[in-house]
């Protein structure tokens, strides 16, 4: 079951589409809103992303503007640099110089979308600070429930170059910062303890950070109550990176070291699946689903 609705938040963001699904006791439970990021400062760079998501038990896993990183937006993808300009948001880092302000901060629109059941499939502009689109990008995003305990996220990115040149994606860790690679899908949780971060041959934050593994999962307590994220990748292998003790995240880098270049006519495609289930819970067991 999916909702559309136009109603405006308090703090600005208007959310363009609600998932509902199944709960635990048969009645339905919104489980992801999409925003499209108008409540968003211009150096948070304002784009649509996913928030609150929740557990069908109602746990919430998602964050956005946090007290630590205004410009981290809940679940979606985000690269801080597009030929130059931020799509992620703050300080941009600059090679032999470190993290600098500077007044290239894109956005993300939302051009057109359509909803088939519980699948949203949108056309999205990635744009400079002069407004002119510098990417492409085609989502489509669906949920589905596996259970009562348990439900689907399946989200695929197909970005295109916006003219006739190639178009450089990159990160810090491209531009010199070494470990620092992140951009591309970015899971920003809200506080929460007792994290246990793994992927099937490694646990911990350093050691599955910057490593390559089919999925990486994330089980902890928020609020008091237990949640389980499993993030999986489909047909690609991008480091996982991974933060718990600076603030609570996973993402896949698709600029780990080195930056991904969108040729024309060749759209680079980043697809996902999670697995969100209540309480701690086998990774193995909820990607069987």
Do not use: K
């Not at 305990?149 to 910062?177: C, I, K, M, Q, Y």
């Not at 680079?268 to 086998?282: E, I, K, S």
């Amino acid at each position: 079951m999916t909702t559309d609705t136009g109603a405006p938040r308090a703090d600005g963001d208007q959310a363009l589409h609600r998932w509902v699904l199944p709960g635990p006791d048969g009645r339905p439970a919104e489980v992801a809103t999409e925003l499209d990021g108008g409540g968003t400062a211009p150096t948070s760079v304002p784009r649509p992303f996913l928030h609150p998501v929740r557990t069908l038990g109602g746990t919430v896993v998602s964050a956005h503007h946090p007290a630590d990183h205004d410009w981290h937006a809940g679940v979606g993808p985000a690269i801080p640099d597009v030929d130059g300009v931020n799509c992620w948001g703050g300080r941009t880092y600059v090679r032999d110089t470190g993290y600098v302000w500077r007044e290239d901060h894109g956005r993300v629109t939302v051009e057109r979308a359509s909803v088939d059941g519980d699948t949203r499939t949108e056309a999205l502009r990635w744009r400079g600070p002069d407004g002119r689109p510098v990417l492409h990008e085609d989502r489509v995003t669906a949920c589905r429930a596996l259970g009562p305990d348990a439900w689907e996220l399946h989200t695929v990115s197909a970005w295109s170059t916006a003219g006739d040149a190639p178009v450089r994606l990159g990160s810090p860790g491209s531009n010199g910062r070494a470990g620092a690679g992140y951009g591309g899908l970015f899971w920003r949780f809200p506080e929460c303890s007792d994290v246990d971060v793994r992927t099937a041959s490694a646990a911990g934050e350093s050691a599955v950070h910057g490593s390559v593994a089919p999925w990486v999962s994330w089980s902890a307590s928020f609020a008091g109550r237990a949640a389980t994220v499993v993030l999986q990748a489909l047909d690609h292998d991008d480091p996982w990176f991974v933060r718990v003790d600076e603030y609570p995240a996973i993402g896949s880098a698709l600029a780990w070291s080195s930056a991904a270049v969108v040729r024309p006519g060749v759209p680079l495609v980043r697809a996902f699946r999670a697995v969100v289930a209540d309480g701690r819970v086998d990774p193995v067991a909820l990607l069987r689903h």
